[in-house]
């Protein structure tokens, strides 16, 4: 249920209203809107009454909430969430743009690659230091010394980093050293590490689990805001289906459901989706043309030597070339919106 506050509603009377819920055994969330305070209650196992808050003072409407992810949902705030990371705000029309390796392998390799995708148009850099691998003989990744390059990468760059979480100790140390914290496509349902998620001070990019349904993934995202971390970015990067032609089956068509049903960003990565680098240019002009707010892109300036992901990540100049076209596409879209093209 979704307390609608009245736009003139007094801190008392919010309070108020949190405490006659939390005395009912259930847990009040406010959650501000652009010009007024509505409360979710959450953690009732069955249908609650609305006609008790109604009475309570302050109060407009007691609206039931149809889905089961609740914080995440436009029911609950209509309005888009923006999310801020360093210089980068996702969630606005302009789409953000996320590049680097797969893997963080040096800092010269980090800052080469880092330096190349700021210049063309990245707002932040990616590179993974605890690398969840199918294999355990693959290249795990350089863990803290690939979160202290990551540290440097931004120092001299000025790009926000953002890498990955794979379980509670990686978490306790990526924290410390990036600006946004991913939880891969393997760890989309590990609950424990959802939750230490959500009582981050970091934002957080969930990706997608490779078979999870799109309900799957916004109940995950739900744990994150359940624990109170309310910045989250989904991130669609293709699911696993009977065709062999990529690597995974990017699906777009979830990304117009996501932006329908939640109000957090959603991203798209082509890269994993594509597996192969010939793919990844048209999927990224295509999730932008599907709405995406932002993507995540691998590149590599020696793709053939890189320790993991080579084949599917761009060289620096086919970054750049993606990053004009999706300004290109973002130019039309907001003209196209804005009816200045109308005749
Ligand atoms: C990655 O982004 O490097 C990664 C491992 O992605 P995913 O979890 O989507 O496979
Ligand atoms: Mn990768």
């Known amino acids: 249920m979704l307390i609608v506050m009245n736009r003139k509603a007094t801190q008392d009377q919010i309070d108020a209203v949190v405490a006659a819920i939390e005395a009912k055994g259930f847990t009040a969330r406010p959650i501000p809107g652009g010009d007024r305070v509505s409360i979710g209650v959450l953690n009732n196992a069955g249908p609650v009454d609305p006609s ?48 680097g390796p797969c893997a963080v392998e040096s800092l010269d390799q980090a800052l080469t690659i880092a330096r190349r995708v700021r210049d063309a148009g990245a707002r932040m850099f990616r590179g993974g230091a605890f690398k969840p691998r199918t294999s355990p003989y693959a290249f795990q990744g350089l863990g803290e010394q690939g979160l202290q390059i990551l540290a440097k990468v931004r120092q001299e760059t000025g790009l926000a980093v953002v890498t990955e979480a794979v379980d509670a100790a990686s978490f306790d140390l990526v924290e410390h050293y990036a600006d946004m914290v991913q939880i891969g496509a393997r760890n989309m349902q590990n609950f424990s590490l959802l939750r230490r998620a959500g009582r981050s001070g970091r934002p957080i990019m969930l990706k997608r689990g490779l078979s999870a349904t799109v309900e799957e993934w916004l109940m995950a995202a739900e744990y994150i805001l359940n624990e109170g971390n309310s910045a989250v970015i989904l991130c669609e990067r293709g699911v696993r289906t009977f065709a062999h032609h990529s ?20 991203i798209v990565d082509p890269s994993h989706a594509a597996g192969r680098r010939d793919q990844v240019l048209p999927l990224a002009r295509a999730a932008v ?3 995406a707010n932002g993507l995540m892109v691998e590149v590599h300036h020696e793709p053939d030597k890189a320790l993991s992901d080579g084949a599917q990540s761009l060289y620096p ?7 004009r076209q999706v300004a290109a596409f973002a130019r039309v879209m907001a003209e196209e919106q804005n009816g200045t093209d109308s005749p």
Not at 247 to 266: F, G, Q
Not at 317 to 323: E, G, K, P, W
């Open 52 to 99: 008790f808050f109604l009475g309570l003072a302050g109060v407009k409407d007691a609206i039931p909430v149809t889905r089961p992810y609740k914080l995440v949902s436009r029911e609950v705030k209509a309005e888009d969430t923006l999310v801020t990371v360093g210089e980068a705000v996702f969630g606005e029309a302009f789409p953000v743009i996320i590049a």
């Open 247 to 266: 690597r995974n089956t990017l699906d777009l068509s979830a990304v117009t459901v996501v932006r329908k049903e939640s109000h957090l960003p959603v």
């Open 289 to 291: 043309a599907a709405g």
């Open 317 to 323: 100049d086919q970054f750049a070339r993606l990053c």
